[in-house]
C-alpha cells in the first residue's frame, strides 16, 4: 500500500531537548511539507522540499530544521530554541510543488509532541 | 497576503444538513479543496472543485463555489454522527504553498 508514515503517533520530551520526528513516502512524490498545527490556528507550514538535497523555509521555521537526503524521507527536527514545541506535527507530499492534480496533498497521520 | 476563513464550530443535529463556509482572498487558483480531520489523525482529500465551476456534487456532498464573493461552501447532507470532524478548506493560491483555512469543528449530536 501506498502512503505517507510518521514515527511515533506521540513522543515526549524534556524541555532543552532536541528532538526528530520521522516522515516516510512510498508515493514517489517530489515535494515533501512540515505543518504544524495548534488549536483553533489551523495549519501553519514549517520547511517544504521540492527535490533531494533542497528545502525552503515556511511561514514559522524558526526553531526547526530538515534535511532531504533521500526523496522518501523527510524529518524534522525540533530544536530546543523552538519556544512553544508541544504541537499536533503533520507530514505531507504532493506529486511536485505545483501539482495541479486533484490528489493534491497527502497527508501522514501526524505526531503529537508534548515537551515537557 | 493569502488569508483562508473559516467559522471555528458548528453543531447540527443527526439526520439535518450541514453547511460549511469559507472565504478566500487568492482568486487566482485552479482548484479550491476541502479536507477532512478526524479526531487525531492527519487530513483526507474530501471533495474539489474546479474555479470555472460554481456547484459539484458527490453523493451527499455539495461544494458551491461563488467566485465574485471569494465563497466557497461545503454542504452535507442526511449529517451522520461519523461526519463529526474538522473540516478545512484549502486554496493552493498562485505560489508554491497551499493555503488552509483554521478549520470548522463540526459536531454532530443524536
Known amino acids: 500500500d501506498g502512503g505517507i508514515t510518521q514515527s511515533p503517533k506521540y513522543l515526549f520530551r524534556k524541555e532543552g531537548q532536541n528532538v526528530t520526528l520521522s516522515c516516510e513516502q512510498n508515493?514517489?512524490?517530489?515535494?515533501m511539507y512540515w505543518y504544524r498545527q495548534d488549536p483553533g490556528q489551523g495549519l501553519r507550514l514549517i520547511y517544504y522540499s521540492q527535490i533531494v538535497n533542497d528545502f525552503q523555509k515556511g511561514d514559522i521555521a524558526e526553531g526547526y530544521s530538515v534535511s532531504r537526503e533521500k526523496k522518501e524521507s523527510f524529518p524534522l527536527t525540533v530544536t530546543s530554541a523552538q519556544k512553544n514545541p508541544t504541537a499536533f506535527y503533520l507530514c505531507?507530499?504532493?506529486?511536485?510543488?505545483?501539482?495541479?492534480?486533484?490528489?493534491?496533498?497527502?497527508f501522514g497521520p501526524g505526531t503529537r509532541l508534548t515537551v515537557l | 497576503g493569502e488569508d483562508v476563513e473559516q467559522s471555528l464550530f458548528l453543531s447540527v443535529r443527526e439526520g439535518d444538513s450541514s453547511v460549511i463556509n469559507c472565504t478566500y482572498t487568492d482568486s487566482s487558483s485552479t482548484y479550491l479543496y476541502w479536507y477532512k480531520q478526524e479526531p487525531g489523525a492527519g487530513l483526507q482529500l474530501l471533495t474539489y472543485?474546479?474555479?470555472?465551476?460554481d456547484m459539484k456534487q458527490d453523493q451527499r456532498l455539495t461544494v458551491l463555489l461563488n467566485k465574485k464573493d471569494k465563497h466557497l461552501s461545503l454542504r452535507i447532507a442526511d449529517t451522520q454522527t461519523g461526519d463529526s470532524a474538522i473540516y478545512f478548506c484549502?486554496?493552493?493560491?498562485?505560489?508554491?504553498?497551499?493555503?488552509f483555512g483554521t478549520g470548522t469543528r463540526l459536531q454532530v449530536f443524536p
Open positions: 484549502a486554496d493552493p493560491t498562485n505560489t508554491d504553498k497551499l493555503i
Open positions: 508515493l514517489n512524490h517530489d515535494a
Open positions: 505531507a507530499s504532493s506529486i511536485d510543488l505545483r501539482s495541479l492534480s486533484t490528489d493534491t496533498q497527502y
Open positions: 472543485i474546479f474555479s470555472n465551476m
